[in-house]
């Protein structure tokens, strides 16, 4: 399945983006999906992740009541709420297929990996 991440761009400190990830195949709704940036410099991190039918989502720490996580399998999509944005949240932003059951935040247990959208956040 390919995946095409949008919905990035230059925002100020304390507002919101959405994110989209469209997947070009109906395959999509059997995968667990996460969210991951990385920043110049970093290593990717992991940042949220959603079961197939959206029942059960995770978060890293830094990101946990600011961002949300929800999917619409009949749209191919998942997305990512971004609230009371940080200049530290500054990132490409990637979408990727979880490989095989279960939940994970290691980036290994990935792929599909898209082009990514920049999210750059002023202060």
């Known amino acids: 399945v390919q995946l095409q991440a949008s919905g990035g761009g230059l925002v100020r400190a304390g507002g919101s983006l959405r994110l989209s990830c469209a997947a070009s195949?109906?395959?999509?709704?059997?995968?667990?999906m996460g969210w991951f940036r990385q920043a110049p410099g970093k290593e990717r991190e992991f940042v949220a992740g959603?079961?197939?039918?959206?029942?059960?989502?995770f978060y890293a720490d830094s990101v946990k009541g600011r961002f949300t996580i929800s999917r619409d399998n009949a749209k191919l999509t998942v997305y990512l709420q971004m609230n009371s944005l940080k200049p530290e949240d500054t990132a490409v932003y990637y979408c990727?297929?979880?490989?095989?059951?279960?939940?994970?935040?290691?980036?290994?247990?990935?792929?599909?990996w898209g082009q990514g959208t920049l999210v750059t956040v002023s202060s």
């Open positions: 990727a297929r979880k490989i095989g059951p279960g939940s994970t935040r290691d980036a290994r247990e990935y792929d599909s």
């Open positions: 195949r109906r395959s999509f709704s059997s995968y667990n």
């Open positions: 959603i079961s197939r039918v959206g029942d059960m989502t």
